[in-house]
Structure formats: C-alpha cells, structure tokens
C-alpha cells in the first residue's frame, strides 16, 4: 500500500486548505486514516481519524472545530479539510492507515505513511 498525500500550500490565518490522501495497492476500505503534522523541532502529532467502514470521525482537540477528515469520492482517497487556519497550525501533515483494527491514535500504530504535503499559515 502507497499513501500520497497532496494539497498543502502557503495561506494566510483564517483561510482554508484541503488536503488529500490517495491510496494505491489497496483501498481504504476495512482500515483508519489519520492525518498527523510534525512542525519544525517538533514530534508528530495526531490531528485526525476517520474509520473507513462507519465514517466515524475523532479529533485532536486543537484542530476541533476547524478540521473536517472524510472519506472521498472513490474508497482510495480521504480528505482533510482544513478551515480558519492558524499560524500554529504550520506543519508537514502527514497521511497514515492502519488496516483491521482501528481505535488508534499514536503514529507508531499506522503501518502505511504518505510523504507529507507542506502547509504553511503565515500573512
């Protein structure tokens, strides 16, 4: 399985950002996807997760609020939809899926990883 993660870009505080994750090898069908940010000097952190099969949604509570994750148009592609962006919110976001089970939240528990799409909030 492939991830490619894409939509990132440069935005002034307040505005909007959608994000895509585009899974190749195999659906998302029967897995999580969560998307996760690392800012410079920093750890990764969880920011969101959908379960493929039910739609069920959790957050980070930072992002509650803002961030919407969904299922796409086709069961190989997820969104993050990123409103009222904060300079704080400057990060590489990173896609990731885990296949089978699905309550999870830390980044050592995906087995799948995209490359990571820039998203810069800066005026």
């Known amino acids: 399985v492939q991830l490619q993660a894409s939509g990132g870009g440069l935005v002034q505080p307040g505005g909007s950002l959608r994000l895509s994750c585009a899974a190749s090898?195999?659906?998302?069908?029967?897995?999580?996807v969560a998307w996760f940010r690392q800012a410079p000097g920093e750890g990764r952190e969880f920011v969101a997760r959908i379960i493929w099969n039910d739609g069920s949604e959790y957050y980070a509570d930072s992002v509650k609020g803002r961030f919407i994750v969904s299922r796409g148009i086709t069961e190989s592609i997820a969104t993050l939809q990123m409103n009222n962006l904060k300079p704080e919110d400057t990060a590489i976001y990173f896609c990731?899926?885990?296949?089978?089970?699905?309550?999870?939240?830390?980044?050592?528990?995906?087995?799948?990883w995209g490359q990571g799409t820039l998203v810069t909030v800066s005026s």
């Open positions: 090898g195999r659906s998302f069908s029967n897995s999580a």
């Open positions: 990731a899926a885990r296949y089978g089970s699905f309550y999870y939240i830390e980044a050592r528990d995906f087995d799948y």
